[in-house]
């Protein structure tokens, strides 16, 4: 357990962690000299049964305060200092507020210089304490008068303190390490070393970790955890790192920084808020406010920016977004410190909510949603309530950053609510069941009306779809949504192109006829060795890009095949040149074939004969083996005839609009959409997801 002392200058704070610890936690030259503390000291006590308290002893002098504030977070229990005879001074109200704004929810109140004072004196300044603590946290805290000087109350302080720790147990340390400098120093023959808590997580020797906001790269090389050599530091204790690394030295660390995981090194300079004002400023916070901002060790300017109505002294939490002068590394539900831009009193304090905080738009109704959502202290129930607003997905791996935490933290929550995830590259998205049903439900409307007015295209382009879409959802997001939309059978894609499963396109009625006049170029005796593109475009008199286009979108649908570039061969005729090449391999004893025979049964040259084999290759149909070809009997469906009893391809020009299917290249069923014959797609979803 970490405890932080607290309380008005000389009250007998570092007495009291003497009489404690038996170490003089005042350090330097100039603090024995003026028997003042000016920067934070440390003391460890280790009890026999292993339970460890580690004490931070804070300066009482209001000049010093913000070495106050670098000590105070990251306690666990705050130690009271008010001496018998002077009361509760200043220091003594403003310490307690700002342990009260840092969360601090145990503590104990020593009173101390009982020596000095007749018990009336004790009793009266135990009443006023009373008073003040009432307003705080910190309500029901013990007072103890005590003397460093007679040892009165000293055992029994110990004793309550131990208990406490005990209590307390130890902190949970997953999620991911973070540790706030307070201290950077060289030790000789070690090198440059950083003293602080570990706020979450672990740390073990030998691990690699980053200086935020600096980036600077660094190894663990050796640690001391609550003042002894350790082969590991753990949330709630106090350690001091060995660091080696480029860069890494006294000079280059500073009080403030963060020793962190580098997974979470992703410093911020805007951050949106929750703040809470102290009833002792004279008047409501002002937009765009100077102040200092205190978190972790940290000291940086920042101003104000108001989300709602201005927080009232003494009144409740506001939304206020701060932007700060100097980027830090915070978390998201961390606990901060405001004081004046004199830096003469404490303002007020609150927790971090949303690091990523926008510089515009900031004060929307959504936006003002996504911070009810985010001023939820349960990180899994924060997220789901995140869910539930624009942009109605949640980037999974930024917020288990955010809030220092590992993505894998979250998939029990994720799982039990149902809610879905998508994995595009190396991030994760998530979105409520109720978002995925809704963009599907939109999704499927968007489509058919699609489908309705253009009967002729095969499917919508994933980025004139994506606006039509709701919720909308940005390009990467998109895409993976639908691309687990397709794995479940409720839209197809092919390509580039979105459709949905009972969607079968019909040619144009221009486009018909363009057809009408190129099938019989590319059936009958020349079926082999059909015209390329440029031939039929001059052969029909169209251009060359349209009867491209047209034989492209043709063989989307199944009804032909591009075996080379620009050379197309209707699907039936790659059909029967399969059980051609069957054909001949069976006659071939070891079933093999080689090109010139295939050549000779189609007579159609020896260019054309191998481009086809080597289509047939790369579909699997054939397999290869030096310069001949074995049929794979796997692959043999993938390019059966459309049907023995329907109309050829080349057959049905004069029809007036034709539905047609395409193969299932994945399946290899090869099953192909006839003109009201059997349809893959006509079954329902499950059915097929299931063959
Ligand atoms: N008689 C008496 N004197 C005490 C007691 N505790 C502290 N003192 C004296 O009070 C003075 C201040 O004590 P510190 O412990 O330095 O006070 P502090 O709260 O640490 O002061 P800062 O760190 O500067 O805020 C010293 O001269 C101590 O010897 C006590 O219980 N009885
Ligand atoms: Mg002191």
Redesign the pocket.
């Known amino acids: 357990m970490i405890i932080g002392?607290a309380?008005?200058?000389?009250?007998?704070?570092?007495?009291?962690?003497?009489?404690l610890t038996g170490v003089n936690t005042?350090r330097l030259k100039e603090?024995k000299a003026?028997?003042?503390?000016?920067d934070l000291?440390f003391a460890y006590l280790h009890a026999a049964d292993g339970t460890e308290l580690g004490f931070v002893?804070?300066?009482?002098?209001e000049r010093?305060i913000r070495n106050m504030l670098a000590g105070a977070t990251g306690i666990d229990f705050v130690l009271l200092?008010v001496?018998a005879d002077d009361g509760v001074m200043p220091?003594t109200v403003e310490h307690l507020a700002i342990v009260d704004l840092l969360g601090v929810q145990q503590g104990l109140v020593a009173v101390?210089?009982?020596?000095?004072v007749p018990q009336a004196r004790r009793d009266e300044a135990a009443r006023e304490i009373k008073e003040k603590l009432a307003e705080t946290r910190l309500a029901s805290a013990e007072i103890l008068p005590?003397?460093?000087?007679?040892r009165?109350g000293i055992d029994d302080l110990r004793d309550k303190l131990l208990l406490s720790a005990r209590r307390l147990g130890e902190r949970a340390a997953n999620g991911r390490f973070r540790l706030a400098v307070d201290r950077c120093f060289t030790l000789p023959g070690a090198g440059t070393v950083v003293t602080g808590t570990v706020s979450t997580g672990a740390v073990a020797v030998g691990d690699r970790v980053m200086v935020s906001p600096s980036g600077l790269s660094a190894r663990v090389r050796s640690i001391h955890a609550q003042n002894r050599p350790a082969e590991r530091g753990r949330a709630g204790q106090r350690c001091a790192l060995n660091l080696v690394g480029d860069g890494i030295s006294k000079s280059s660390i500073v009080r403030g920084d963060v020793v962190l995981d580098p997974a979470q090194h992703a410093p911020t300079d805007r951050i949106d808020a929750a703040l809470q004002v102290l009833a002792s400023e004279p008047k409501a916070i002002e937009q765009w406010t100077p102040v200092w901002l205190y978190h972790a060790a940290a000291e940086v300017g920042a101003r104000i920016v108001l989300l709602e109505t201005a927080p009232e002294p003494g009144g409740g939490k506001r939304y206020v977004q701060l932007v700060l002068d100097w980027p830090i590394a915070a978390a998201a539900g961390d606990r901060f410190i405001l004081r004046d831009s004199s830096a003469q009193r404490t303002i007020g304090g609150g927790r971090f909510l949303d690091l990523r905080a926008p510089g515009r738009k900031r004060r929307t109704p959504e936006r003002c949603a996504q911070l009810d959502a985010c001023a939820i202290t349960e990180p899994e129930h924060a997220l789901l309530a995140l869910l539930e607003h624009a942009p109605f997905y949640v980037n999974l791996n930024a917020f288990a950053r955010d809030w220092t935490l590992l993505a894998s933290e979250f998939d029990r929550a994720i799982e039990r609510s149902g809610a879905v995830r998508v994995a595009p590259e190396d991030e994760t998205f998530v979105l409520s069941q109720a978002t995925r049903e809704r963009f599907t439900g939109s999704l499927q409307t968007a489509l058919a009306a699609f489908h309705a007015e253009q009967p002729g295209h095969l499917g919508l382009g994933f980025e004139p779809l994506r606006p039509k879409v709701e919720p909308r959802l940005p390009s990467k997001v998109f895409s993976s949504v639908l691309q687990m939309l397709a794995r479940a059978g409720e839209v197809v894609l092919e390509g580039a192109l979105a459709r949905l499963p009972s969607h079968q396109a019909r040619l144009s009625p221009a486009d018909q006829m363009l057809w009408a006049r190129i099938t019989p170029l590319l059936s009958g005796a020349t079926r082999f060795r059909p015209p390329r593109v440029g031939e039929i475009a001059a052969q029909v008199a169209a251009p060359g890009n349209e009867v491209r286009r047209l034989l492209k979108s043709l063989s989307r649908m199944g009804q032909t095949n591009e075996v080379a570039a620009d050379h197309f061969f209707l699907h039936d005729t790659v059909a029967e040149m399969v059980e051609i090449a069957a054909d001949i391999a069976a006659q071939n004893a070891n079933g093999q074939f080689g090109a010139a025979q295939f050549r000779d049964r189609l007579d159609n040259g020896r260019k054309v004969a191998i481009q086809i084999l080597e289509f047939f290759d790369r579909h699997g149909v054939t397999q290869r083996i030096g310069d001949l070809r074995r049929m794979n009997a796997a692959r043999l469906g993938l390019f059966r005839r459309l049907g023995a009893t329907e109309p050829r391809a080349g057959a049905h020009s004069g029809r007036e609009s034709s539905p047609v299917g395409r193969p299932d290249f994945k399946s290899g069923r090869g099953r192909q959409t006839v003109f009201g014959g059997f349809d893959s797609h006509s079954l329902p979803p499950r059915a097929r997801k299931a063959d």
């Not at 309380?7 to 009489?19: C, E, F, M, Q, S």
């Open positions: 002392t309380g008005h200058i000389d009250h007998g704070k570092t007495a009291l962690v003497r009489a005042d603090e003026r028997g003042i503390s000016i000291g002893d804070v300066p009482g002098h010093f200092v001496a220091q101390t210089k009982t020596d000095l005590v003397s460093a000087v007679t009165e």
